[in-house]
């Protein structure tokens, strides 16, 4: 295994480089990003994966849909029959069904461009290290953390999901994982024919419609698969995008913590001089733990003695705040940017959730068939996998929020009081603008934080006491 030294690894973390990789991917997979992103320029090539993007794209919408109006058909044929069970079932995926097919026309075709700005802004324009300073940190902890939690949620919603695909082998009944209407007769009947031959019981299988089942299956178990890469790129992206102006925000934070180190060494400051500033800056910087994802690393002073030149304290203090300013600006750009794309999904995302948690909960409490115990297991991970992604959407929402506040906590650690005189204008105006703190919502009505997780918990809980309490009626 090839050993790295700091230097190495550091100047790796520095790097630019694409922040989407895998969320992309997944997109695509969900064809709710384009293929052809990956193929540049034209051609014959390029030609050819535009078609097979755009065949695949139409083949997803004919399997989501002829699921979503096969299970629309169910529960009007079967509206008022008594089965409360099943109707709840099979309103559960219709309504993960239509959200598949929303999401999809969302993203691709909706408002793609809007997708792409936000992509393109924060791949093209973030910062990968902090200014010079005394300390610096690097997008490297974000960026490895949103790798991994984006690939931890992605996996936990194909098992999830795919799950349902097993159940039929398990039975071994010749059913489908999704139980809806067909107007033709798909099943793989077993007729058995019991006849005593000495003393000996035999059956005999007859098989109807072969070659029906199988494409039926393949139909549903593509539309499973969907289903996981649709969910999982819709709130996986979001919770990326947090991770990722989260670990913009501790750049920004060591960057202005620095500001006065930074302009000490664009004036050509000497060993002595930025000694005794450091020794300033760290007596206001004890607090541990002052970053979300990022871990602050020590420059050495005779590092900072190689950047020095020859500016006047004001002009090089007025360009490292500008820096500094440019940078929040960005990061106020592409939270607004990001707010506007996903505001309107969060709105219907609410109430989706808080109807399929009742929902769900609804029916793991009414399985007492014999097979209630796989059945339990696969709605017992549809509910974790809702709860899971309330989660993401509500609580990352609410660590940009808490990041957004904390910009004049950064900057008043710097040594601010050897120039007062000289900087004070200039702190003043920062700190009134970085006081308007940046909340995601839902629809612009509900801010997502932690309490509205709660509540959205709490609601769906009530709604599951009042549909029990219909059912016992019954």
């Not at 919603?157 to 398990?170: D, K, N």
């Not at 509540?455 to 219909?470: E, N, P, R, V």
Request: glycine share 6%.
């Amino acid at each position: 295994m090839k050993s790295t030294t700091k230097e190495e690894r550091i100047k790796d973390d520095s790097k630019r480089r694409d922040l989407f990789v895998f969320v992309r991917q997944t997109m695509c997979v969900a064809a709710m990003y384009p293929f052809g992103y990956y193929v540049k320029g034209s051609g014959v090539l390029a030609d050819l994966v535009r078609v097979c993007d755009l065949a695949y794209e139409l083949f997803n919408y004919f399997v989501s849909v002829h699921i979503a109006g096969l299970y629309i058909c169910t529960i009007y044929i079967n509206y008022g029959q008594g089965d409360l069970d099943f109707f709840v079932n099979c309103l559960i995926q219709t309504i993960i069904y239509l959200w598949t097919i929303a999401m999809k026309l969302y993203f691709r075709r909706f408002r793609t461009g809007l997708l792409n700005a936000i992509l393109s802004k924060i791949n093209d324009e973030y910062e990968p290290r902090s200014a010079v300073g005394f300390s610096f940190v690097t997008m490297a902890g974000s960026y490895r953390m949103s790798k991994l939690l984006i690939k931890t949620y992605v996996y936990c919603c194909y098992v999830g999901t795919i799950f349902w695909l097993a159940l039929p082998i398990a039975y071994r009944d010749g059913s489908l994982p999704l139980a809806c209407w067909y107007p033709f007769d798909y099943t793989v009947s077993f007729r058995y024919a019991y006849t005593h031959m000495n003393g000996k019981c035999s059956s005999l299988h007859h098989f109807q419609q072969p070659g029906v089942y199988e494409v039926v299956f393949l139909l549903q178990a593509m539309g499973q698969i969907q289903v996981a890469a649709s969910f999982a790129s819709s709130s996986g992206l979001h919770m990326v995008l947090c991770v990722l102006i989260s670990g913009q925000y501790d750049v920004l934070f060591c960057s202005l913590k620095n500001v006065l180190a930074s302009s000490y060494v664009l004036m050509g400051a000497n060993m002595a001089e930025l000694n005794q500033l450091q020794a300033e800056q760290s007596a206001a910087d004890a607090e541990p733990g002052q970053y979300a994802y990022s871990v602050e690393e020590e420059t050495p002073l005779q590092e900072l003695l190689k950047v020095g030149s020859s500016m006047d304290f004001s002009s090089a203090f007025r360009l490292s705040f500008v820096r500094c300013i440019q940078h929040h600006r960005y990061i106020v750009a592409a939270l607004k940017k990001i707010e506007r794309f996903y505001s309107p999904i969060w709105f219907v995302k609410i109430g989706e959730v808080t109807f399929l948690m009742c929902l769900v909960a609804f029916v793991s409490t009414k399985s007492t068939t014999a097979n209630s115990f796989m059945r339990m297991v696969s709605l017992g991970q549809y509910l974790l996998l809702v709860l899971y992604e309330l989660f993401i959407i509500c609580y990352f929402a609410d660590i940009v929020f808490q990041n957004s506040q904390r910009c004049g906590e950064a900057l008043w650690r710097s040594p601010w009081q050897r120039h007062l005189k000289e900087v004070r204008s200039d702190y003043m105006f920062f700190m009134l603008n970085s006081r308007r703190q940046f909340q995601l919502t839902a629809g612009k009505i509900s801010n997502l934080n932690v309490d509205r997780f709660r509540g959205t918990i709490t609601t769906a809980f009530s709604f599951l006491t009042l549909l029990q309490k219909m059912d016992s009626r019954e």
